[in-house]
């Protein structure tokens, strides 16, 4: 089957870095997306990996190892705006988006 | 300008009735999605057009019924509601199909059936 695991939550302290994990299966890929979700709000993109390595933009860079079916979400110098959902959705072979439950991501000051 | 709207943004009804959802993408994409997201947080695909074709159809209740009667607009409609189709609906629409289209998302539409 597909399948997106993801930790429930994290917390981390404002202007610290925090990782946050993704693996996946499916049936075929076509690349991984990381979108962020505030509470009562829709999802907003971030960023897609489809080839390995490190892809920065800004606060926030992603990582993509096709081999080992697996992502993260690095994101620096955390501000208190940055405590949201963090998804992560891998597509398949189907182009089709297989979505995780989402890191709750806490900041403290 | 609201690139992906919907309305309602709060739907309270009574099990049994019917009742439908709207979404209009200014963005001029032509592929268009209805995602339901449950208590548990997961996003779970339901219907995709692309140019007013469906494309996707997962395994939902054929009460659900998705239309579209312009590239524009995909709304939903739901017969005979039940408590279990209480959730988040969103609708999201992408330039295409192609692998690296982004979806943009709507603002939601909370369900709540008593």
């Known amino acids: 089957g597909q399948n997106i695991d993801q930790p429930t939550e994290m917390t981390a302290t404002e202007g610290a870095i925090v990782q946050i994990n993704c693996t996946y299966q499916t049936s075929g890929f076509n690349g991984l997306f990381w979108y962020q979700q505030h509470a009562g709000e829709a999802p907003t993109f971030l960023s897609y990996?489809?080839l390995d390595g490190l892809e920065e933009k800004g606060r926030f860079s992603s990582f993509l190892s096709r081999s080992k079916g697996y992502s993260y979400l690095l994101l620096k110098e955390l501000q208190m705006k940055d405590s949201a959902s963090y998804l992560c959705?891998?597509?398949?072979?189907?182009?089709?988006?297989?979505w995780g439950a989402g890191t709750k991501l806490i900041i403290k000051p | 300008d609201t690139a992906v709207s919907q309305t309602p943004k709060y739907l309270v009804t009574q099990m049994g009735n019917d009742k439908s959802i709207k979404c209009e993408q200014n963005l001029g994409h032509d592929t268009m999605y209805w995602y339901k997201q449950d208590s548990k947080k997961f996003l779970k695909i339901m219907f995709s057009y692309n140019n007013k074709e469906l494309i996707i159809n997962e395994t939902v209740p054929n009460r659900f019924s998705p239309k579209s009667p312009d590239k524009a607009h995909l709304n939903l409609h739901i017969n005979s509601l039940e408590l279990g189709d209480s959730a988040v609906y969103f609708c999201?629409?992408?330039?295409?199909?192609?692998?690296?289209?982004?979806?943009?998302f709507g603002p939601g539409t909370r369900l709540t059936v008593l």
């Open positions: 990996n489809v």
């Open positions: 999201a629409s992408s330039p295409g199909l192609a692998h690296t289209d982004t979806q943009y």
């Open positions: 959705a891998a597509m398949d072979s189907n182009y089709q988006l297989i």
